[in-house]
Structure formats: C-alpha cells, structure tokens
C-alpha cells in the first residue's frame, strides 16, 4: 500500500514539473461588494460603530470595487476614491493602503458573502453584487 502511495505522489509530482506550471492564488475580493451587517464584539467601540451605521446613509463608504491592486469606494454623492491595497494570501489579510494602514483578516464564507475582521475582533459583513 504505501507503494501504491509513493508512485502516485511520484505520479502528481512529476506532472507538474514537466507542465511547468505555478498554481497562483485567486483573491476573493475581486469583484463589486456591498456591505451587508457589522457584528460588533464586546471589546469594540459600540459608539464607533452607531455613529458608522448612521453614517453610510449620509455617505460613507458603503459600495466598494476591488481591482487588481486598489479598491473603490462608492459612496452616495460623491465621487468614488481609489485606495491601494495588498492581499496577502497566506495569511488572507487585506491591508488598506490609506493613511491609517487599516488591517483586517478576510474570512470567506461562501462565493457571494465574506467577512473584514479588524483588529478589534469586530466583522464588516460583505455581499458580493
């Protein structure tokens, strides 16, 4: 059996080398999102966030498209702005480039709804348009 085991690791092994090809990885993020929910955590800033959710009905992000390396925030009357970002996708972090260098670790949990998780424990919910 463990035979049986090695020619096929031998087997895979070898078919890649000779395909020559790198398996590059995906980011999720690609596409047009829309936030959906914040779940806020106990050690959060439950002002913070009321004064955020009062907020995006008066222009705050809440429409975002992410690009190849920026993403674009829309917002209701005003012009979209471009931020760069970087995905890191061993540890599926997502690090916006703005003056603040926001952090948050991106759990996927299906094809169309993914997670921001900021430092604070506290998840920005997105649904994928």
């Known amino acids: 059996m463990a035979a049986l085991w090695a020619a096929a690791l031998v087997l895979l092994t070898s078919c890649q080398l000779f395909t020559g090809k790198q398996v590059t990885p995906v980011n999720p993020l690609l596409g047009n999102w829309k936030i959906d929910s914040i779940a806020i955590e106990e050690d959060s800033s439950v002002l913070g966030y009321l004064l955020l ?74 649904k994928k348009r």
């Open 53 to 126: 959710g009062m907020s995006i009905d008066e222009g705050l992000p809440y429409d975002f498209q992410f690009d190849k390396d920026t993403v674009t925030f829309f917002s209701k009357g005003a012009a979209p702005a471009k931020t760069p970002y970087t995905y890191i996708d061993s540890t599926r972090q997502l690090i916006i480039q703005d003056k603040d260098r926001d952090t948050y670790v991106v759990r996927l949990l299906n094809d169309s709804t993914t997670g921001l998780q900021g430092n604070d424990s506290s998840v920005i919910f997105l």
